[in-house]
C-alpha cells in the first residue's frame, strides 16, 4: 500500500519561505510523475505544480517565479519551496500521484501566510 505523507507547513508571514516535502512509502516507482495541489476554504482544489518522471515542472500562474517544486535524488521525495509568500498562498496542501491507474493523496500540510 502506498501513503504519501506531506511535512513542513506552517504559519509564515508575508514575504517568508517554506519548504514543504512529500515522501512517498510502500511499493512507490520512483521517479513517478508527482504534484502538489492546494485548497484554500470555500475553493476548490487547485493544481500547483507538478513533476515528470523526465525532470519537467509546471507551475501554477500565479506562483511562478516563487515556488519551485523538486526531486530527492532516490525518487521517492518531492519537495516545493515557497518563497515570497502571500496571503493568498494560505491553504492546505496536498501531494498528489497516479501510482499503477490510482490516484494517492496525502493528508494535506496547512500553510497559512500572515499579512
Known amino acids: 500500500q502506498v501513503q504519501l505523507v506531506e511535512s513542513g507547513g506552517d504559519l509564515v508571514q508575508a514575504g517568508g519561505s517554506l519548504r514543504l516535502s512529500c515522501e512517498a512509502s510502500g511499493r512507490f516507482p520512483s521517479f513517478n510523475t508527482m504534484a502538489w495541489y492546494r485548497q484554500a476554504p470555500g475553493k476548490q482544489r487547485e493544481l500547483v505544480a507538478s513533476l515528470t518522471s523526465g525532470g519537467s515542472a509546471d507551475y501554477l500562474d500565479s506562483v511562478k517565479g516563487r515556488f519551485a517544486m523538486s526531486r530527492h535524488r532516490l525518487g521517492n521525495k518531492v519537495y516545493l519551496q515557497m518563497d515570497n509568500l502571500k496571503p493568498e498562498d494560505t491553504a492546505t496542501y496536498y501531494c498528489?500521484?497516479?501510482?499503477?491507474?490510482?490516484?494517492?493523496w496525502g493528508q494535506g500540510t496547512q500553510v497559512t501566510v500572515s499579512a
Open positions: 498528489y500521484s497516479r501510482i499503477y491507474g490510482v490516484d494517492k
